[in-house]
C-alpha cells in the first residue's frame, strides 16, 4: 500500500473543486446583475407610485372641489 494518494484521485478532487468554485463565481454574478437590475425596478416603481400618488392627490381635489360648487349651486336654487 502506498503512503501517498493516488495523484490521479487528487487531480479528480481538485477539478471538482475547480468546477464547483468556477460555478460559484458564475453564480455570483449572475445575482449580481439580478439584485442590479431588481434595484433599477424597484427605484422606477418608486417614482411611478409617487407620480400615481400626486394624480390621485390632484383627481381628489379636483372632486372635492367639484363637490363644493354643487353644493354651492343647491344652496342658491
Known amino acids: ?18 468546477e464547483q468554485i468556477k460555478a460559484l463565481i458564475e453564480t455570483c454574478a449572475y445575482l449580481k446583475e439580478e439584485n ?5 425596478q424597484q427605484e422606477r416603481l418608486q417614482e411611478e407610485r409617487l407620480t400615481l400618488m400626486e394624480k390621485n392627490q390632484t383627481a381628489r381635489s379636483r ?14 336654487t
Open 1 to 18: 500500500m502506498s503512503k501517498h494518494p493516488d495523484k490521479n484521485s487528487s487531480q479528480q478532487a481538485f477539478d471538482i473543486l475547480e
Open 63 to 76: 372632486v372635492g372641489a367639484i363637490i363644493t360648487r354643487l353644493k354651492s349651486l343647491e344652496a342658491n
Open 36 to 40: 442590479r437590475l431588481l434595484r433599477a
